[in-house]
């Protein structure tokens, strides 16, 4: 301090004249404190402040419009000719935002794009050159590079999920409806036919399951085949030694307990496939849905022919073999089990109990010849006693049975394969009624589209079980994750004749792309995810054909209705129809 002292001293000293004059009346000492404290100002290590006005603004994302649609995270079912408009709270930095705000097709590939700002600049505005891809994933991806125009920085990185619409041309020529529904029923046919299992003949639990078939589809396969034998689709013959050959294996190979087969089975040995970790015995529901396709084809089958013979004394064996009354636990309960395991017994513990898809189970075990249940079994187990009705309405329309909404639409289809719902009433619905109204409001809920799922309307319905892009689940009304399964709408024809025509003709010639490949239908799609499956199941290839029939020429209700086993066995029920005396 001293030194510096001497130094502003010496500095005062030697002031020249014009100093003097500008200090005016300040003493020598005056001039020194001044100076001296100046100096220790500039003395100081920090750096001067910046003026506010020049300090770098932070910008952040204001909004996103695709066309007109505002963008929160995902946009679904988006158009492919898009002007894109994203707001920030400040001016860009033009250039770094042309440069690095970008589309990318699969999160990628950039796509070339026409730039141009509003809003003084804080509004970045493009036009893809190219439309971009039907029915394809994009990302709009919005980077932290992203500057304001005086060089601050975005508050947060974006990355925005598009998934474009559909191709609305149409895929395929247009053919008459006959023509159409034919083809569907032919092609659909042939995963049971070309893709049946080389040893059995049983049917395949879905395309790439090798060894495994299964009893429920085979049932539904084997009506399937009678419609294709009926439509000149194969020969007589060639069903019939098809037949032989399966029911020589389920009657001499295949696993049973109690005269009931499993879920899953083992194509060439027969060997049960166990369905879960309880599951590694008798279905009871599975095989119902075999021994309703069976007894269908011992109606079909009603020749002199000494093959025809053979084959309904096989499907009779089959048939009498079945002891339904050990699925009350040996007539313990009122309530028939679905499940008995020949290691575990009755662990699982399932009653079947309605309104679902297993009203054909209760049928036919009130109507078995040679191990029937008591008609308390169907009133106080399945009907309980009354309360699988409703009564309520959705959408203006009555449903008589079972949950709200109607639940899954295979519950009207599966045991309506062979029942025939017209003019069938019992203690508890009016079954034309019941499965006509569950099918109106599956369709009127995906048209109100009340959760806003990417592509619903009104020919883009149907809800029920089917693979999705996560895995599998039985979509319905209250269980809507957005995916279509075509067999729900095409196995409701009878019901819904006009809203499945939409349908059909929707899947075919505008999805057709996706949609339509070797064996019919694949199983399911879902707009908002650009997805469709490669797969195709028994339990949702047989009813398409099925109920196509029975829309068009009533044929399987018609041949499972005439036998004279479940003709008792509905009346033991307080079943009414016409069919029935």
Request: with cysteine; glycine share 6%; charged share 20%.
């Amino acid at each position: 301090m001293l030194n510096l002292y001497t130094t502003l001293k010496s500095k005062v000293n030697n002031l020249n004249f014009s100093l003097k004059k500008i200090a005016g009346g300040m003493g020598s000492w005056s001039l020194l404190l001044l100076l001296f404290s100046q100096t220790a100002l500039a003395c100081k290590k920090d750096p001067p402040t910046k003026d506010p006005n020049n300090n770098p603004t932070p910008i952040q994302l204001v909004s996103i419009k695709w066309n007109d649609a505002n963008v929160y995270g995902i946009r679904k079912n988006a158009e492919v000719n898009p002007t894109i408009r994203i707001r920030f709270s400040n001016a860009l930095d033009t250039s770094i935002a042309k440069e690095n705000i970008k589309v990318k097709f699969n999160g990628v590939i950039s796509v070339d794009a026409n730039y141009w700002f509003e809003n003084n600049d804080s509004t970045i505005a493009f036009q893809p050159n190219q439309s971009l891809k039907y029915f394809s994933k994009y990302v709009l991806s919005i980077p932290a590079t992203v500057k304001s125009h005086n060089g601050g920085d975005i508050n947060a990185a974006s990355s925005i999920l598009i998934r474009t619409t559909w191709d609305p041309s149409p895929k395929f020529d247009r053919i008459s409806t006959e023509e159409l529904m034919n083809s569907i029923q032919k092609q659909t046919f042939s995963y049971f036919w070309d893709y049946a299992h080389p040893t059995s003949r049983l049917a395949r639990e879905r395309l790439g399951s090798g060894e495994t078939v299964t009893s429920g589809g085979t049932g539904f396969g084997i009506m399937a085949g009678i419609s294709a034998v009926s439509r000149n689709f194969i020969t007589r013959s060639e069903y019939l030694d098809h037949m032989l050959t399966m029911t020589d294996f389920l009657w001499n190979k295949a696993d049973e307990f109690h005269g009931v087969f499993p879920h899953w089975l083992n194509g060439t040995t027969g060997k049960v496939i166990p369905f879960s970790p309880n599951d590694d015995g008798a279905d009871l529901v599975e095989t119902s849905f075999l021994v309703m396709g069976l007894l269908t084809a011992k109606e079909f089958f009603n020749t002199s022919d000494p093959k025809e013979i053979q084959l309904r004394a096989t499907i009779d064996s089959i048939w009498h073999r079945v002891d339904w009354n050990w699925f009350t636990k040996n007539g313990q309960e009122k309530n028939l089990y679905w499940h008995w395991s020949p290691k575990k017994g009755f662990i699982m513990n399932m009653p079947i109990r309605g309104w679902n898809e297993c009203l054909i189970t209760h049928v036919l075990a009130a109507s078995s010849p040679t191990h029937p249940v008591e008609t308390e079994v169907y009133h106080q187990g399945w009907a309980r006693n009354g309360s699988i009705k409703n009564g309520k309405s959705f959408y203006g329309i009555k449903l008589p049975l079972g949950e709200d909404f109607g639940g899954p639409l295979f519950f009207s289809h599966y045991s309506f394969l062979g029942i025939d719902p017209r003019d069938l009433t019992d203690d508890y619905a009016d079954y034309w009624t019941q499965n006509q109204n569950q099918s109106k409001i599956n369709h009127a809920y995906c048209k109100a589209n009340p959760k806003n799922q990417a592509g619903y309307h009104d020919s883009m319905w149907g809800l029920t079980a089917s693979d999705n892009p996560w895995g599998y689940n039985a979509h319905s009304p209250t269980n809507d994750l957005g995916v279509i399964t075509p067999t729900a709408a095409l196995s409701a024809f009878p019901y819904t004749p006009e809203e499945s025509m939409k349908a059909m003709e929707f899947f075919y010639y505008t999805m057709g792309d996706h949609l339509w490949k070797k064996y019919g239908f694949v199983d399911a799609f879902c707009v908002g995810e650009v997805w469709a499956a490669n797969s195709f199941l028994a339990i949702d290839q047989g009813p398409i054909v099925v109920m196509m029939e029975n829309y068009r020429t009533q044929l399987l209700w018609t041949l499972f209705t005439a036998n004279s086993d479940v003709k008792n066995g509905m009346k033991r029920l307080n079943f009414k129809a016409p069919y029935l005396f």
